[in-house]
């Protein structure tokens, strides 16, 4: 893997010695006018409220810092790995800059798109680090603006490594960190959180370390509103260090540098281009094993535990920032030892949270896009207003188009190679495809021995929650009921429940049992029967559509049905969930059109295996059930059951079926 250091390699900061769619709709914005309290603060909170919150209370965190991949593969395994080490709970994380990657371009390797779609896609506070190397005034003004646009909050204000031995000026731009800090200052006033670059030895470049403090607090008095320190190898280094910021009045937070040592030769170049020295002890314990990977990174780890232990116990740190080098094996490893991973089951709300700023208010969203959260946020990424305590019933909500599947953020975490070894590299019938689904639900390896852990409507294992419905999923899939979403009925959980829980504590959570699947018109002739009996027609609501549109429901005037809320402690009723009739329309061709951009394309057209994807993508249906009386059983896998019962009746006895309900 390759390897890149920290910010010194990326842009480090100089001490002065260095030398498609309608914006917004009336559903959405009839929605905005119901006001309900957002259940997560930190929401509305900038990163430094963030930071100063948590140090006040005590409470210890951790930041983690990537750069951006080379290929277009590696930013959909980095986005990945946001997705993993986003679990377990970072306050931040940042993103270099590359000044010979097109880092402000939209191209899917450049800086600018990846700290983007971590932000707007995994929902994280990101930092993107900006430098002063081979940019003029205006071109940083412009990727300012670009980066304000996107949603991003916090610059890390970089002068940046010289491209050849030395630094040359900068003819109409900066050549210091300082500089660029105020210029961010002036243009764009207090919307950008800044922070910089410190150096616990002195940056290499310094007459001094008393002048390079003193540099570090001109760019502090500038409006750098935190600091980041370059790497160290003993925590007395950075003790020192902060007392000797404090000294002369930095008073900012000040948060150390942690680079776990994973690999000899990432160590030799970190050390050749931040111009560290390396402790003898060290050395004395990393020649022997240069050749094992595995023992210096277990060694790596061993160090980083004992040193960010020292640091959290001197009561002086109000966290940790981690080098990652996009590893993450022993970052994680040291965060669990240290007792700061903290992978909360529980969520602020039932999706994905976008960290974008004007979809703070967000907090009611459509179900369909559940397992795709990505996808529904890019569709509604045009939209200004957002829903806000109810979902709009008027109008449709004008969802962009997705005509790129392969947009990278929506790409299979799978390379073709596992997606046909998990899905069939030859179908021979539809029932190939059911056999594909319930080996997914069931988790059980398929002929050829391999697990299915994706599904083009799924890039991810069954959610703990989908678990509670392992065995009626299976049963159905076995069947032809394709389904690519479910929830249980809850009546009343703890909003503190590690499977369905969600908002602040105190609170309980409530479900209406949802289904959603494929089948054939054969199974909706017979559905569509049962669904019109007495027991179920008042019950269930119902939408069923074809990939021509044509479509079934008995959603009373299209209204929304919410399927998800909560009670909390002087709040009012949470309803984050929704059954829309109009979103569903939209949905639904994104839904079908998976079958084809991530299956069938797989295989060589006209092969037989193509034909059966493709047969049906033009036949099934798509069908949505919302069982009503969550307070009771749920009704759905029974009105499966008489679908099936009546699928098994003769044609005659089909046509005058009434499930039991005959005079």
Known sequence: MVTEPPCVSNGSASSRSDGGSSSGSESSKDSSRCSTPILDAERHERLREKMRRRHDSGDKWFSLEFFPPRTANGAVNLISRFDRMGMGGPLFIDVTWHPAGDPGSDKETSSMIIANTAVNYCGLETILHMTCCNQTKEEITGHLQKAKRLGLKNIMALRGDPIGEEWEEE???????????????????DYFDICVAGYPKGHPEAESYEADLRHLREKVSAGADFI?????????????????????GITCPIVPGIFPIQGYHSLRQLVKLSKLEVPQEIKEVIEPIKDNDAAIRNYGVELAVSMCRELLDSGMVPGLHFYTLNREVATTEILKRLGIWKEDPRRPLPWAVSAHPKRRVEDVRPIFWASRPKSYIYRTQEWDDFPNGRWGNSSSPAFGELKD??????KSKSPREELLKMWGEELTSEESVFEVFTCYISGEPNREGHKVTCLPWNDDPLAAETNLLKEQLEKVNRRGILTINSQPNINGKPSTDPIVGWGPSGGYVFQKAYLEFFTSSENITALLKVLKMKKYELRVNYHIVNVRGENIANSPDLQPNAVTWGIFPGREIIQPTVVDPVSFMYWKDEAFALWIEQWAKLYEEESPSRMIIQYIHDNYYLVNLVDNDFPLENCLWQVMEDTFELLNCP??????YRGGEEP
């Not at 020192?240 to 000294?247: G, N, R, V």
């Not at 599947?405 to 929506?410: H, I, K, V």
């Not at 044609?651 to 005058?656: A, D, F, S």
């Open 405 to 410: 599947y392969y947009l990278f953020y929506l």
């Open 171 to 189: 003819v109409d731009g900066f050549n210091y960190a300082v500089d660029l800090v105020k210029h961010i200052r002036c243009e764009f006033d």
């Open 651 to 656: 044609t005659e006895q089909q046509l005058n």
């Open 228 to 248: 980041i320190t370059q790497l160290f190898f003993r925590s007395e280094t950075f003790l020192t260090f902060m007392k000797d910021c404090q000294a002369i």
